[in-house]
């Protein structure tokens, strides 16, 4: 068995990991409350701190990807 204590907490820093910082109280959000495809390219999500209970959206703008990389045969 491995000795997972010797791990790092984070292997990448916190902003780099799905998630979000509210922009009242600044406390780290890591899940959106709600998702909604909006469009094929275009993800809306509802964000609730549980800190302070700020509401927010953030809008996210996918890029484009070609067929013959995303649908199996």
Do not use: N, Y
């Not at 010797?6 to 709600?34: N, R, Y």
């Not at 509401?55 to 484009?64: G, Q």
Request: proline letters at 8%; a neutral charge; aromatic letters at 6%.
């Amino acid at each position: 068995m491995k000795h997972h204590a010797t791990a790092p907490a984070f292997s990448v820093g916190p902003h780099k990991i799905a998630g979000s910082f509210c922009p009242e109280c600044h406390d780290l959000m890591i899940a959106a409350a709600m998702s909604q495809l909006v469009k094929r390219d275009v993800v809306r999500h509802f964000w609730a701190c549980e800190s302070c209970g700020h509401e927010f959206r953030t809008t996210v703008h996918l890029p484009a990807v070609a067929p013959e990389h995303c649908c199996p045969a």
